[in-house]
């Protein structure tokens, strides 16, 4: 299979290949939505926490007498149906949301999600991305002339410079093949691989 190698100034110079086993395979919408789902999930802390009848603050004292008043019996006021009261199942601080997702899909999905960004003509390769020193200033004329604004590029190695140089800029994300996730693939307008890197997600997900 083949994709589109851009210049500097973002336009096809040429065709390069790549394997189809990570850019070639069919869309399975199904498992890409598990897969983003349990991402997203898996990074939950889990920290909110909610009071029981137990732990709110309030009086022991009867609200109002047995009867006569015509409302319901009622003993405190730190009863769920009350307002102000107590939750019945309170949420827990240390609520575990992890979703486990085997390795074989998680290589799947993310080579259904790149098959079909290749598809949409939101994925291309470059020779390299590299600066040649920590200015954020460069790498911005770098991209513009391009014509890339809201991009995720993934490269064999983030040096120190390119690091610096793209930490400042919106709507743009360098990463290492390791450190790809599909939430970013998913939300990027464009994906911008390193022909280093293609050989790197060949052996992660093939």
């Known amino acids: 299979m083949q994709v589109e190698l851009l210049n500097d100034q973002g336009q096809a110079a040429s065709n390069v290949d790549v394997p189809d086993t ?16 349990a991402y997203k999930a898996n990074a939950r802390q889990g920290t909110r926490a909610q009071k029981d009848r137990q732990m709110v603050k309030h009086s022991t004292k009867k609200p109002f007498k047995q009867k006569g008043t015509g409302n319901a019996r009622a003993g405190m006021t730190s009863s769920p ?4 009261g107590g ?9 575990n949301f992890t979703q486990k997702l ?3 899909m998680y290589r799947a999905g993310m080579a259904s999600i790149l098959s079909q960004l ?15 020193s920590p200015k954020t200033k460069a790498l911005a004329a770098k991209f513009k002339a391009m014509n890339l604004q809201h991009v995720l590029v993934i490269a064999e190695e983030v040096d120190e ?15 290492e093949p390791r450190y790809a996730d599909p939430v970013s693939l998913v939300h990027f307008k464009k994906v911008i691989v390193t022909k280093a890197a293609v050989d790197q997600l060949k052996e992660m997900f093939a």
């Open 22 to 37: 990570v850019f070639g395979r069919d869309y399975n919408e199904s498992l890409i939505h598990q897969l983003v789902v």
């Open 81 to 84: 149906l009350w307002r102000g």
């Open 87 to 95: 939750r019945i199942f309170p949420n827990s601080p240390d609520e």
């Open 102 to 104: 085997n390795k074989k």
């Open 118 to 132: 290749v598809r949409e003509g939101r994925l291309a390769v470059v020779d390299s991305m590299k600066v040649d």
């Open 161 to 175: 410079n390119l690091y610096l140089a793209s930490r400042n800029l919106p709507n743009v994300l360098v990463v």
